[in-house]
């Protein structure tokens, strides 16, 4: 079972980011917990193709881009797409869970690695699709942003398949 410890609520503002981004990946994590690659893989809230899995792999590409990519500027391409499209990795119809949380998992081991060796949140890197300097402290907002919508939408993928509500 994922353990998801709440943010402390009396620390610094990057410790702070940090205990919330890692509190929102855990929350992903315990979303899928308990389903098969079947269930996983359901687009379980029609119209919407959206399934558990695609939003993993989806969140493997975000963390890729935003910390490899834009705050290291690591010369990678998406995992799931060689065009950069990004929309490829919702598509989880051949996806099982090994691959989608071996993968996702191995992102953000390097992403916690990039963050942690940041002089500081005023660290800026250039963002080839804003064509603007950024810094690791949007970084860290618009991901825990990301994860907090994308959990949104697993909550409803999760209670459509099987009832469960809640964390």
């Not at 992903?28 to 193709?49: F, H, I, N």
């Not at 834009?70 to 996806?95: H, K, R, T």
């Not at 081991?109 to 810094?135: F, G, K, P």
Request: hydrophobic residues 40%; aromatic residues 8%.
């Amino acid at each position: 079972m994922t353990e998801r410890i709440g943010p402390p609520l009396t620390a610094g503002e990057r410790e702070t980011l940090r205990a919330f981004l890692d509190f929102h990946r855990a929350t992903l994590a315990v979303k899928c917990e308990g389903l098969s690659d079947e269930d996983l893989r359901k687009q379980a809230s029609p119209p919407s193709t959206l399934s558990l899995l695609g939003l993993v792999r989806h969140l493997t590409e975000v963390e890729r881009t935003w910390f490899r990519m834009v705050i290291d500027g690591e010369d990678v391409g998406l995992v799931y797409s060689p065009s950069m499209d990004y929309q490829a990795a919702y598509d989880a119809s051949s996806a099982t869970r090994e691959e989608a949380f071996a993968l996702w998992e191995a992102e953000v081991a390097r992403s916690r690695e990039i963050e942690l060796a940041a002089e500081s949140l005023d660290v800026t890197a250039y963002n080839a699709r804003w064509e603007e300097e950024v810094s690791l402290r949007l970084v860290m907002h618009h991901m825990i942003h990301e994860y907090a919508r994308h959990n949104g939408h697993a909550d409803f993928l999760r209670e459509a398949l099987d009832g469960v509500t809640g964390v």
